[in-house]
């Protein structure tokens, strides 16, 4: 018996614009991140076309330009980038004023973005769907969540002692249960929509089967690689070094290529929606700074799957989880934002440093159900440096309570079920 999807309400819904202005969307992500899904939930009354099917790419290619708002007309394209002449028709049908609305997605970003920057520039608007957050795994399509506690973190305005003094600082009953719920389920499965309505071994199955997908389409798409065996080798190595600095010179040594070639397969993983590179803090507080990117992966359970590590979560994959579901959430309702960690050769380190608008915040990741006083040392050290510029610390761990830790200082230990 076939299973039902089980839809849910995704934030970028939001920020999508409606289907009464003069607009031509954009939606690009990973594979099966819910695309279209989305579009179609979005703009029901759109024509849709996919172009991963070979007939719909041959009919869309025998379509004359002029022909293009009669035949077509506003229209949802999937897989826009496997037909580059749909970006032209659609241009001269949009820039004539012949149709006012399209929707173009594509899980291809280095082919989707190069055609729109070429034949759409300054009339298409970019958004990237990412796997599902903790806070969207909360809610059904037409049950709009509340909005996440790092959403109120980084829009106002205010110190974190103020914000945080409106939350409660326990979460009890059904919230609590649904709050921890989400968290565990991105962090042993991720947040591949399609895992929701699966059981345990069809989980393992589709994992495995969405790797060999990426191998055969996506890199495809990004490289004609005669051999895969140097990128599966890099790219093992990189999942297992997930919440580190990266060394470019160390992973091409131990997976036996050139720096070049590894810092071209990285690329291919993080243009494909597969990791995350947080880049330094470059602002000379202190003493020299360490200027090596960090690496993480982005979705947990493609990660889980690709290291085989099922078991509870070290302090590594704890960050890595911490990081992208903050960068999930920066990236589709907060771009503006910005996401650094900063570290020092004198030792001073934090794991994550968030540049708002409104001021600085520090945050530390403990995989541990209780905060201790050292915890606390290279917070404190950040915001005395940066004194008016500073706005809180977050120490983010595995227990059950929001709590004040320095008055002073104003840095908080947040659950992270609860901040996200």
Do not use: C
Not at 68 to 84: F, M, N, R, S, Y
Not at 151 to 166: F, P, T, V
Not at 241 to 255: T, V
Not at 361 to 385: C, F, M, Q, Y
């Amino acid at each position: 018996m076939k299973k039902n999807k089980i839809l849910k309400y995704r934030w970028l819904s939001s920020r999508l614009p409606d289907l009464d202005t003069r607009r031509i969307v954009v939606i690009t992500g990973a594979r099966q991140t819910g695309k279209t899904t989305l579009s179609r939930l979005k703009y029901p009354g759109l024509n849709y076309i996919n172009l991963d099917s070979i007939e719909d790419r041959q009919a869309v290619a025998a379509i004359r330009t002029a022909s293009w708002a009669g035949t077509v007309g506003k229209a949802i394209i999937d897989e826009a980038q496997k037909e580059p002449a749909v970006f032209d028709k659609v241009k001269w049908a949009f820039d004539q004023e012949q149709i006012d609305f399209s929707v173009l997605t594509g899980s291809s970003r280095i082919l989707l973005m190069s055609q729109v920057k070429e034949t759409m520039a300054g009339r298409a608007f970019l958004f990237n769907l990412w796997p599902l957050m903790a806070s969207e795994i909360r809610s059904g399509w037409d049950s709009k969540p509340e909005f996440p506690l790092i959403h109120d973190i980084i829009q106002e305005s205010a110190n974190l002692g103020q914000i945080l003094a409106k939350n409660p600082a326990v979460l009890l009953g059904q919230k609590a249960e649904d709050a921890r719920s989400a968290i565990d389920h991105i962090s042993k499965w991720g947040g591949m929509p399609e895992l929701l309505y699966l059981d345990i071994n069809e989980r393992h199955e589709w994992l495995r089967s969405y790797q060999q997908t990426f191998l055969e389409r996506d890199l495809a798409d990004l490289a004609r690689l005669r051999d895969l065996a140097p990128f599966l080798t890099l790219q093992h190595l990189a999942m297992l070094r997930s919440g580190s600095l990266l060394s470019f010179s160390e992973l091409a040594r131990d997976a036996g290529i050139s720096v070049n070639t590894a810092r071209r397969f990285l690329e291919y993983l993080r243009i494909s929606y597969q990791t995350i590179m947080l880049m330094p803090w470059y602002r000379n507080l202190t003493s020299r700074v360490v200027k090596t990117p960090k690496l993480y992966w982005v979705d947990m359970g493609i990660l889980r799957q690709g290291t085989g590590r099922w078991g509870a979560m070290d302090g590594g994959m704890f960050e890595t989880l911490v990081i992208s579901e903050i960068y999930k959430w920066i990236n589709t309702m907060s771009p503006d934002t910005r996401l650094y960690f900063y570290r020092t050769r004198s030792g001073l380190e934090v794991d994550l440093i968030i540049e708002t608008g409104a001021g600085i915040i520090g945050v530390e990741i403990k995989n541990r159900p209780r905060v201790v006083t050292k915890d606390l040392s290279n917070l404190k050290k950040l915001a005395a440096v940066l004194e008016r510029e500073w706005k809180g610390g977050i120490v983010v761990y595995s227990g059950n309570e929001i709590k004040e830790l320095s008055e002073e200082w104003s840095i908080w230990s947040i659950p992270l079920y609860m901040l996200v």
